[in-house]
T-cell receptor, first 111, second 111 residues
Framework: GEDVEQSLFLSVREGDSSVINCTYTDSSSTYLYWYKQEPGAGLQLLTYIFSNMDMKQDQRLTVLLNKKDKHLSLRIADTQTGDSAIYFCAERMDSSYKLIFGSGTRLLVRP | DSGVTQTPKHLITATGQRVTLRCSPRSGDLSVYWYQQSLDQGLQFLIQYYNGEERAKGNILERFSAQQFPDLHSELNLSSLELGDSALYFC??????????FGPGTRLTVT
C-alpha cells in the first residue's frame, strides 16, 4: 500500500542539527523527496534521492536512505530560525508519476 | 520562486457554485500536476497532464475536471462546490520524471 509517515513536531535550538524522519511502505518507490512549506506559502523542493542511493548531501542538508527499513531522514546542520517550517517527505513509485506525501513535520527553531 | 504561477491566489465562493483555477507551468515543462491540501486529508494528488494528455488520475472527485491547453497552461474546474472542498490547491510542473516544482497555491474557501 501507499503510506508515508512522519512525526508531527520537532523543536531544536538555533545552531543545533535537526533530524526529521520519515517511513514509507512501498518498496517500489523510485524517488524520495523532501519539501519545505513556510506559512502561507507553497511547497519548496529541498532535495530528493534516487532509491539506489544511500546518502545525498547538499550544503547544510543531508538525506539518508535505508531502503531495507524503508526509512528516510533529513538532517539540517546548523539549524537557523529561518528553517522553521513544515517539512514534507514524499515518495514516487516507479509505476506512477504522482507523489505520495506524509503529513508533514513542523520544525520549530528556538533562538 | 519556483517559476510555476497560479491564479487566483484566494477564492471565496458559495456552495453549489463552480470555479476555475489556473496554472502556468515553468517554461519548458510539459507535465502539470494538481494536488489538494486540506487539514483532514493532507496533501493528495488529483491528476496529471503531459503535453495536453491526461497521464495519471488520483483521488479526484467526479465534480472536478482538468485540462491542459496547447500552450501548456492547465485549468482545474471544480463544480457543485461543497464546504469540504475548501482547501489549498497546488499545481506543480516537472521537466522530466524526477523533480516536481510547486506553485504558490490557490486557497479556496467555500461558504
Amino acid at each position: 500500500g501507499e503510506d508515508v509517515e512522519q512525526s508531527l513536531f520537532l523543536s531544536v535550538r538555533e545552531g543545533d542539527s535537526s533530524v526529521i524522519n520519515c517511513t514509507y511502505t512501498d518498496s517500489s518507490s523510485t524517488y524520495l523527496y523532501w519539501y519545505k512549506q513556510e506559512p502561507g506559502a507553497g511547497l519548496q523542493l529541498l532535495t530528493y534521492i534516487f532509491s539506489n542511493m544511500d546518502m545525498k548531501q547538499d550544503q547544510r542538508l543531508t538525506v539518508l536512505l535505508n531502503k531495507k527499513d524503508k526509512h528516510l531522514s533529513l538532517r539540517i546542520a546548523d539549524t537557523q530560525t529561518g528553517d522553521s517550517a513544515i517539512y514534507f517527505c514524499a515518495e514516487r513509485m516507479d509505476s506512477s508519476y504522482k507523489l505520495i506525501f506524509g503529513s508533514g513535520t513542523r520544525l520549530l527553531v528556538r533562538p | 520562486d519556483s517559476g510555476v504561477t497560479q491564479t487566483p491566489k484566494h477564492l471565496i465562493t458559495a456552495t453549489g457554485q463552480r470555479v476555475t483555477l489556473r496554472c502556468s507551468p515553468r517554461s519548458g515543462d510539459l507535465s502539470v500536476y494538481w494536488y489538494q491540501q486540506s487539514l483532514d486529508q493532507g496533501l493528495q494528488f488529483l491528476i496529471q497532464y503531459y503535453n495536453g494528455e491526461e497521464r495519471a488520475k488520483g483521488n479526484i472527485l467526479e465534480r472536478f475536471s482538468a485540462q491542459q491547453f496547447p500552450d501548456l497552461h492547465s485549468e482545474l474546474n471544480l463544480s457543485s462546490l461543497e464546504l469540504g472542498d475548501s482547501a489549498l490547491y497546488f499545481c506543480a510542473s516537472s521537466p522530466g520524471e524526477d523533480e516536481q516544482y510547486f506553485g504558490p497555491g490557490t486557497r479556496l474557501t467555500v461558504t
